[in-house]
């Protein structure tokens, strides 16, 4: 169980001072945002003693990215979201593996910047497109979801060419289908496959 405990000489209850500390728990507490209610997974530990405060964080079980929050009731993310969608969401998690890439050894902020961006642009997704449809490393069905990305309707941004912006849109919504259908393993291995990890 997660606890805040905060000492008696720092909490006051009424006209008289509490002598007994506090604890309130604050594992799995519900918050409600825009009408929306989200669960908070990670819980800490608060100690207040005369001014002194210690943030424990929960230790995390792995290092592995983990997937959504989302109720998908057996559902495909296809059957949910479109492939702009998951082409949203895989630009993200792609860029999160980019980041996790570049981290060590030990840069400035600009030079993880220019590092990270050299990984997500959408030249590079094109290029690691290519390289997994030519790889045959491909399911069918990861394949048809590389085809459908291809076809997501979007805006071309004016720096690039038709091809290129479909292919990296492509991976994008590849890359999100697995994240958001809870395949982990098998985007651990095409990431590996494209020396993200």
Known sequence: MTSLVVSSSLVSTGP???????????SYSNVERSGLKRRIHRSVKVHVDAGEELFEPSPSPSYAIPGPDVDLQ???????????SLAFL????????????????????????????????AEAQAVACGKLSESGMLTEEEADVLRWGKNAPGTLPKRLERAVYR????????VGWLFASGRHERLNEIMQSLEML
């Open 16 to 26: 008289s001072r509490c002598h007994q500390p506090r604890v309130w728990d604050l």
């Open 90 to 121: 895989g630009d993200s998690v792609f860029e999160l593996y980019a980041r996790r890439r570049c981290f060590l050894p030990p840069k400035s902020a600009a030079k993880y910047r220019d590092a990270v961006i050299q990984l997500v642009r």
């Open 74 to 84: 057996g559902k495909d993310p296809r059957q949910s979201w479109n492939a702009s």
């Open 167 to 174: 292919d990296a849109t492509g991976l994008e919504a590849l």
